[in-house]
């Protein structure tokens, strides 16, 4: 990944900590994903799940947090993602026909004062968490959660009030909740961190869950593409950008071809 992403002209990559655990299980460290990078950057690692959880399930998401950051502060990131949940949309689902879900349903059917009050607490200690490790979060709302768009989601960071808290736009998830480019024109440049430019299928009354509704191929969904980038370009914004597939196609296009056609289409939209 990190080679194609040279090659191609990347100078930041974006990898998981999925990814980030399988390499070092290998036997590597830290100092060989900086031998790998060279002069390239991780502008972020990504993510931490279920952030609004609480009790016992809270004090869990903390220690996960620190084990993250941790993480990400050892490569060198200067970011991690954080999204809410349930991730699981299959709660959201059983929610909705009101049958019974045995695993995490995050706080559906909680009112939504409480919601933005529970999840902004939870912000504000993740973040202080955050910039003892030197980093910033960004939130990633996702689209079938009880916080499904930056429209909910930017007043609760403005709320929590923490410098190392801000947002990435993501295409999929908030033209899935409805947002459009004249809203994304509209915000403050300094909350966006990055953008994650991605396509979509039209929603309907399903869950929009990822498997489905983001099989979609770079230019070939339902999210004006040109429109939304001119719309982020025009808040002033001039941070990092990044492409994210769920399209099964291109899952098995060359990894080489595929970055370097992602890394000409992001310039062309970008620069232009």
């Given at each position: 990944m990190i080679q194609?992403?040279?090659?191609?002209?990347?100078?930041?990559?974006?990898?998981t900590k999925v990814q980030l655990d399988y390499f070092f299980s290998a036997g590597y460290g830290p100092e060989d994903v900086k031998e790998l990078l060279g002069d390239m950057e991780i502008s972020s690692v990504g993510w931490l799940s279920d952030i609004e959880r609480q009790g016992d399930a809270r004090v869990e998401l903390m220690k996960e947090a620190e084990k993250l950051f941790e993480m990400a502060s050892s490569v060198g990131s200067h970011a991690v993602e954080i999204i809410n949940g349930p991730v699981d949309w299959h709660a959201v689902d059983c929610f909705r026909r009101k049958v019974p879900y045995?695993?995490?349903r995050g706080l559906l059917g909680y009112p939504q004062e409480e919601i933005h009050r529970l999840?902004?607490?939870?912000?504000?200690?993740?973040?202080?968490?955050a910039a003892e490790f030197g980093l910033t979060l960004f939130f990633e709302p996702l689209c079938w959660t009880p916080v499904p768009s930056l429209k909910d989601a930017i007043p609760l960071?403005?709320?929590?009030?923490?410098?190392?808290?801000?947002?990435?736009?993501?295409?999929?998830?908030?033209?899935?909740?409805?947002l459009s480019a004249e809203f994304l024109s509209r915000k403050d440049k300094d909350l966006i961190l990055g953008v994650h430019i991605c396509?979509?299928?039209?929603?309907?009354?399903?869950?929009?869950?990822?498997e489905i509704f983001r099989d979609a191929?770079?230019?070939?969904?339902?999210?004006?593409?040109?429109?939304?980038?001119?719309?982020?370009?025009?808040?002033?914004?001039?941070?990092?950008?990044?492409?994210?597939?769920?399209?099964?196609?291109?899952?098995?296009?060359?990894?080489?071809?595929f970055a370097d056609y992602v890394y000409r289409e992001l310039k062309k939209l970008v620069e232009n």
């Open positions: 194609a992403a040279k090659e191609a002209g990347f100078d930041c990559i974006e990898p045995e695993g995490y999840m902004t607490e939870n912000l504000k200690e993740l973040a202080d968490l960071v403005e709320q929590a009030e923490r410098e190392n808290l801000k947002v990435v736009v993501d295409f999929y998830h908030n033209y899935i909740a409805g396509n979509s299928r039209k929603p309907d009354d399903r869950v929009p869950c990822e191929a770079f230019y070939e969904g339902a999210v004006p593409i040109k429109e939304w980038v001119e719309a982020v370009k025009a808040t002033g914004f001039d941070g990092w950008w990044a492409y994210e597939t769920f399209s099964k196609r291109e899952a098995e296009e060359d990894v080489f071809e």
